[in-house]
């Protein structure tokens, strides 16, 4: 079982088009991060959200926190084929005194032009 | 370029062989990950060290096992190998091993495939 469930696991769009991928846990989070990932390279970190109801805007890219910190949403304007790529999210996972960072199985993103 | 590097960048081996993949955080980071990644189990979180010291452990095999020297880099020993073990192993750094923010950065990779 994930703890971290992210969806749709796939999504091909076309460019100009607006798209949102979710991230979903049962069990609360202090922070989440986006990642994304492109074929045989390491995941670039994006955006950390840390306060429930948070919004982070990166140029089209917004993200928010859920307000019980257990979901997280990315939304795309306008997406671009430079966006294509693997969007992971991940978070600490509080367990036996440590927190083990934790990464969802992601969503593949394809922009065709 | 994240900072973290990771030698070396593809190693191709045999069944039963040892490796050794090494990795060298951002200057600056105390803390230095270790991830498995394969297209059927998606990024796996191994073992962190933080200031040469064990702090978190995933779910790492005993035929897999790591260190941070005192210099702050990390090597990932793997030994006995399995086909099964062919994937993408990540080493990423963060500046602390206790930040509940956990904004890791990681290198490019070293492509393990196992003949």
């Known amino acids: 079982t994930q703890l971290l469930e992210q969806s749709p696991q796939f999504l091909s769009i076309q460019e100009g088009e607006n798209l949102t991928v979710y991230c979903n846990s049962s069990?609360?989070?202090?922070?989440l991060q986006w990642y994304r990932q492109e074929p045989g390279e390491g995941p670039v970190l994006l955006v950390t959200?840390?306060?429930?109801?948070e919004v982070k805007k990166l140029k089209r890219l917004t993200f928010q926190f859920g307000d019980a910190r257990k979901d997280s949403s990315l939304h795309i304007t306008a997406a671009q084929p430079g966006d294509t790529g693997l969007y992971l999210c991940?978070?600490?996972?509080?367990?036996?005194?440590?927190?083990?960072?934790?990464f969802g199985r992601g969503t593949s993103l394809i922009v065709h032009p | 370029d994240s900072g973290v590097t990771q030698t070396p960048k593809h190693l191709i081996t045999a069944t039963g062989q040892r490796v050794t993949l090494r990795c060298s955080p951002r200057?600056?980071?105390?803390?230095v990950y270790w991830y498995q990644q394969s297209l059927d189990q998606g990024l796996q979180f191994l073992i962190q060290?933080?200031?040469?010291?064990?702090?978190a452990k995933g779910n790492i095999l005993e035929r897999f096992s790591a260190q941070q020297f005192p210099d702050l880099h990390s090597e990932l020993n793997l030994s006995s190998l399995e086909l099964g073990d062919s994937a993408l192993y990540f080493c990423?750094?963060?500046?602390?091993?206790?930040?509940?923010?956990?904004?890791?950065?990681f290198g490019p990779g070293t492509r393990l495939t196992v003949t």
């Open positions: 990423a750094s963060s500046l602390t091993g206790t930040s509940v923010t956990y904004e890791q950065y």
């Open positions: 069990s609360v989070f202090s922070s």
């Open positions: 060290y933080y200031n040469g010291e064990e702090r």
């Open positions: 991940a978070g600490p996972y509080a367990s036996g005194g440590s927190y083990i960072p934790t």
């Open positions: 959200v840390v306060t429930g109801g």
């Open positions: 200057s600056g980071d105390l803390s």
